[in-house]
């Protein structure tokens, strides 16, 4: 007889199961999340191919994409996402999150406080994240930009007040320049160390970035005025340039070659970039 008991308690939950998956409301939940978005970010849109449930309690979102207008921001292959259940009866509720992206993964939580959608808290760590695949990104410049990155990520809002931080490291990071800039048909460089400061909502502070290469060395300082629109953001960067024999060979025998000819692999060489991220002005002083 308990065995008879075991087989319909299991038969029972089997068939909940079934049900919940397959009758689950994967268009009206979307539709919610889509109305949300739009309300919370006018201009935003957000499209997810299917939704299902998730064990433990939370929700399976497959193929969604964020957009602003007609311009692709974010896309993931797969985001899970789940509450902590006692975080639902107090003010602050926290939410986690997984997601694969960009051949990576990003991996946090959110905590929202009393104003939903203004004021929350995140911290992610992210992985494995290529470059390339980032459409937003390659939108934003005219220059190719290819890499590995990984790093971390914490960000808060009050209001309408931001401020937030990013360490991030970029392997094998590569820059297709075009013409232009000394003949140079790329950048390269193994590793790449930064440090962001996001202040006042809108000053992105680059308090450090040391790259490293064969080609040279690369450090990079500033900040930019980051805009509604990321590709008309203002750059105020300077750094210095230390180059190496390999960067000589490449630019021939041209100016740029006999300026750096003197102090190859020794001297630095100050330069600044100004413009916007779309179109930047690069010089050297």
Known sequence: MKKKHLFYILYSLAALSFFLYYLF?????????????????????????NIRPAFPPGLLLHSTDV???????????????RPELLS??????????????????????????????????VQARFEGIRLTDIAALQQMSEY??????????????????????????????????????????????????????????????????????KQMGLNLRGSITLKQVPEKSLLNLSGTIKPHPELIAQLGEGIAAMMFQGG??????????????????????
Not at 269 to 281: A, D, L, Y
């Open 25 to 49: 409301p994967s268009e009206k939940i979307g539709k919610y999340i889509s109305y949300k978005v739009r309300t919370l970010r006018p201009g935003w849109s957000v499209q997810i191919g």
């Open 67 to 81: 957009l602003r207008g007609e311009t692709l921001l974010l896309e993931s292959r797969r985001l899970k996402i």
């Open 88 to 121: 639902l009866f107090r003010s602050g509720k926290r939410i986690y999150f997984q997601a694969d992206m960009y051949a990576g993964e990003v991996k946090g939580e959110s905590i929202l406080q009393g104003n939903p959608g203004k004021d929350l808290q």
């Open 144 to 213: 190719q930009i290819s890499g590995i990155l990984s790093g971390t990520l914490a960000f808060s809002r009050e209001g309408t007040a931001a401020k937030g931080n990013c360490r991030m490291k970029i392997k094998d990071l590569n820059v297709e320049l075009g013409p232009g800039l000394f003949s140079l048909a790329k950048l390269t460089f193994s590793d790449t160390d930064a440090k962001l400061n996001l202040q006042n909502s809108q000053n992105l502070i680059i308090e450090e970035c040391v790259a490293k290469g």
């Open 264 to 285: 190859a692999g020794k001297s630095e060489f100050p330069f600044h970039i100004r413009g916007s991220i779309e179109k930047p002005v690069f010089s050297m002083k």
